[in-house]
């Protein structure tokens, strides 16, 4: 029944952003993504949707709004402020928040490879930034390069499993220890900083942040190295 009404949000999506009356046939069921994921795919004139089912007791304008979100998405049209407002501010609900990180965590799983690099060591990087930033009192999550050799995304900390990722691409000689040290750090601002929701938006990287952030010895020749990377891509 809930896939049905789901369906009907879709295809009234399609109408209004597509502008055309009859809709392919659309296939939409709630699937269990760690965490609020949703997929969207068209194949042989079919419209195939996974709605995380995180979604299933959510309030029907939202769940209507998602369906916009979407559709918009696929057929790269621009979408609505008014629907990505809805539903953002529906996903920053506490008890919503706390529904996707439960799923994260017990659906998800966190593949590591170690703290031990080739030319860089996580654990004794982490031990000495601790001491002199964060008086030793930052709690050390699990620490880890990547398994890939990630160019775009350099480090990320995810709060759910409690682990640093930095990516394999900087543990190569040519590659300064200042910048490695950066990255990492930058990460371990994201321990001692929660994300905060201003006027109805999720910011990580918010005034206190960068404040900190800005602390860093190396901070200005880690930027410009930063931008020099940037260039080559």
């Keep these: 029944m809930a896939e049905c009404v789901l369906n009907s949000y879709f295809a009234d999506a399609f109408r209004q952003v597509t502008k055309r009356s009859e809709p392919p046939e659309i296939q939409v069921t709630f699937y269990p993504f760690a965490g609020l994921n949703h997929t969207i795919r068209i194949r042989r004139q079919r419209i195939y949707v996974r709605v995380s089912d995180l979604l299933r007791e959510a309030p029907p304008q939202v769940q209507r709004a998602l369906a916009f979100i979407l559709i918009a998405k696929l ?18 609900l506490p008890q919503v928040v706390r529904a996707s990180e439960l799923a994260r965590r ?3 799983r966190k593949q590591l490879t170690g703290a031990a690099g080739r030319f860089y060591n996580l ?7 601790n001491r002199r930033y964060f008086d030793n009192q930052l709690p ?14 350099l480090g990320h900390h995810d709060h759910i499993h409690d682990a640093i990722v930095i990516s394999r691409s900087l543990d190569v000689p040519e590659v300064p220890e200042f910048l490695v040290e ?12 929660r994300p905060r929701i201003i006027s109805g938006r999720r910011i990580n990287h918010h005034a206190a942040f960068r404040a900190d952030e800005r602390r860093f010895a190396y901070y200005a020749e880690a930027m410009a190295y930063l931008d020099r990377l940037a260039e080559r891509d």
């Excluded at 057929?75 to 920053?92: D, I, M, P």
């Design 75 to 92: 057929f790269r049209k621009r979408v609505s402020a008014e629907h990505q407002t809805l539903y953002r501010q529906y996903t920053y």
């Design 106 to 108: 017990e659906r998800g």
């Design 123 to 129: 654990e004794r990087m982490f031990a000495s930034l």
């Design 140 to 153: 050390k999550p699990a620490l880890s390069w990547s398994q890939r050799r990630t160019r775009r995304i």
């Design 182 to 193: 950066y990255v990492l750090y930058h990460e371990m601002l994201h321990v001692k900083h």
